[in-house]
């Protein structure tokens, strides 16, 4: 709603009857000044007055500073000041050279017209904004010679300030120019230190200089959220960032300070009381942030800044502390933490208004914090000497102790010397009486075998022997019977011819002579297949005991199954049906009677496995073998009682056995598993409980002895 033609008429009538305090002459031979004092203010507690109704207010009220400090409040402000452009341009800049401003409204009233000119701030959304101008700059339409009254609203829920200044537009662009210059040596000693810094931490893994990076950068942005920039131009149009943006980064370069101060001092080790306070103040900066979002944001301002003002004072004290204590990091610490220090106490006076709103005052925390990330970066190279004086020393007391260790162990060699060429010559013996000892086992194991065959092999050679010898009698008595009528026929006289032969063939039909010559080559024959058994038994003991156990020679591996199966036959006869699948094997090098054993106690375990098993599943043992990849393959499988998972982890341990007290020593296997490692062979097993076993035996065609020889 505006206001009556005649209301406006008299209020700027009152303006321009009144220059005083607030009017403000614009020239351009006059250098820009803050123009404060040439403003009145209004507060507006319900932020509900409109600019209509400001402008012919009453209730405004002289400002006393050349820059307004509003202090912390949910108010509205309103500035009015009439404007007399006496410069050559026709446009003057109104600039207000603060960023924390969550709204900043500006309006000119001339030629009995009320003009907004723009609407911005931090919590002004950029498609609400209707000003081009990032920066609180605003261009006043009032030309040369013309006089128009100038409104400014703003509101802040931070510290509120209004450095204004009228400006012509070569001042502003001059004024960037320089301002941006130095802002850009000062980003650039930023990340300069930086980027030097996390090169190092990478090189030695320091946290401090991680922490001391990150801290850098978070100052970095906080003093470029104070000036304006980072809503200007790092997240423009980003509301809440920039709306809390200063708070926010303010509690988190404290965070990442007090950190760096833990690791860079070694707080743990100097301060270890105050060391343990430090996560609480890192609790107390999350609440704060807390209280920023919950719609109040005076409520976690204020007690922002009081948290961060003890936090330092906190980092002090320890600081010193740690220097009392004798750390030399420490005292480079608080040196440019001083610095930091001083300047943070420059801009909370400014906003105080205990000290006046000026280019130091200003630019006291940007140049604070350079100062102190040089003096940092500084105490953070002094670490390094420190760091490579330490490890020199290290490397010194290590140098020495290696020197000492080596002059004990030089005492110590020829004591030591001694004792192990007497341990040597007891380990010689040792071992000495070992393998005999494991030759007399292996020879008592075989020999057991061998007395465990030896009931059946005597029954399997009587057998054919008795039936020899029960038959010598008959073939005893038919050859004298024949030679009797072969004497009669060569004592025939001639004579008596026809009598004699006439007797002779009663004598061969009372004898029998033509049964007795067909009942002796029944006889021989029988006799004959008896010893030729015999003889093969004889031959497989002979082929299974071999004596030339330590030479290498090449051997049948199928001979060798088929002597055992022979030696074997009165265990499996009628009990037991051996199935062989033996392939054709090229010859072996190896130990023919150590391998025979294998294959007897290997054997035998499977007899007394099909033997024990319940049901009525017939005994059956497999035996087979192949040739594949250097390799020979026996195969001998069992349907007997089988192992469970415990006892086939064993079953190669010696003196490890299943069978009852006296029949088993526990060494067949073990000396199995001996003999297959001496050929460089394995030996592997898969049973089931109730289904049977199955053993695999690979043994190389070519010894490594051999192969080393022909090498």
Known sequence: MKPSFLGLLLLQMVSLGAYSATDHTYRDDVPPIHAGTSFEVLEDPSSDLKAEDVLTSTEFIAVREA???LGISNSTFWLRCTLRNEGSSDRIFLCVEYAEIDIIEVFVFRHDKLERISLTGQSVGKPYRNSNDPE?????????????????????????????????????????????????????????????????????????????????????????????????YIWPGNTWLSSYATLALTLLTATLGMQFARTFISTENYTPMLDRIIPIFFILFALCFGLQQTGNAILGYKPTQALSGLSAIYIVTFAILAVRRGSRQAMFFLVAWSAFLISVVVFIFKDLGILPYNAFTTSAMPVGSAIEGILLSFGLADRINVLR?????????????????????????????????????ALQESNAHLKQTQTKLVNAEKMASLGQLTAGIAHEINNPINFITSNIQPLRRNIAEIVEVMQGYRSIEASKAKEQMAALKLREEELGISESINELDEIIGSMAEGSSRTAEIVRGLRNFSRLDEDDLKPTDLNEGIRSTLTLLGPQVKDHVTISLDLMELPAVECYPGKLNQVFMNVI??????????????????????????????????DNGSGMNAEVKTRIFDPFFTTKPVGEGTGLGLAIVYGIIEDHQGSISVESEVGEGSVFTIQIPLLHEKLIQLRA
């Open 67 to 69: 820059v307004p400090n």
């Open 389 to 425: 004086r330490e490890k020199a020393a290290s490397q010194a007391a290590e140098l020495r102790s290696s020197q000492e260790n080596e002059r004990i162990i030089r005492e110590q060699n020829v004591t030591l010397e001694n004792k192990v060429n007497e341990r040597t010559r």
């Open 604 to 637: 035998t375990n499977a007899i007394h496995a099909t033997k024990a098993m319940d049901g009525d599943r017939k005994p059956l043992i497999q035996i087979s073998s192949h040739c594949t990849a250097g390799h020979a393959i026996i195969c001998i499988r």
């Open 136 to 232: 609180y700059s605003f261009t006043l339409p009032i030309a040369n010679g013309e006089v128009g009254t100038v409104l400014l609203r703003a509101k802040s829920n931070k510290q509120l300030q209004l450095p204004i200044l009228f400006r012509s537009a070569q001042e502003v662009t001059s004024i960037r120019s320089t301002r941006n210059f130095l802002l850009g040596g000062y980003i650039g000693i930023m990340l300069v230190l930086s980027f030097y810094n996390i090169f190092i931490y990478f090189s030695i893994k320091d946290k401090s200089y991680l922490y001391y990076v990150l801290y850098l950068l978070a100052v970095a942005l906080t003093q470029l959220a104070f000036i304006g920039i980072g809503q200007f």
